[in-house]
């Protein structure tokens, strides 16, 4: 099952995951330090993450590592970038009506 990108990153423990995993690739093991939950809570947080499509396991021996799929990243961005040019105008509107009151 696939699951929907937002519903991934509703959470805030998942954010946090994809957070640690931005930086270097982890193992589960490593994830579930970084919280005070049980392993198989942060093991079903990384499932819904792997559903997505967020993030992916990579084997390396005996050991699993959970990385970043940056390009699953850019679809959230490119979805926020048309909220962020109504957030920048009605800025510069703000600036433009401060900077106007300034000068009179």
Request: glycine letters at 0%; hydrophobic letters at 40%.
């Amino acid at each position: 099952m696939r699951r929907d990108i937002f519903q991934a990153i509703a959470d805030p423990t998942r954010r946090a995951i994809i957070a640690l995993i931005a930086i270097q690739a982890m193992t589960p093991n490593a994830i579930a330090e970084h919280f005070d939950t049980t392993r198989q809570a942060v093991s079903k947080h990384l499932k819904i993450l792997t559903e997505c499509e967020l993030i992916r396991q990579q084997h390396q021996g005996r050991e699993i590592y959970y990385q970043l799929e940056i390009e699953k990243m850019k679809e959230i961005d490119k979805w926020l970038e048309q909220f962020r040019k109504i957030w920048e105008d009605r800025f510069n509107q703000l600036d433009d009506l401060l900077l106007t009151l300034k000068n009179k």
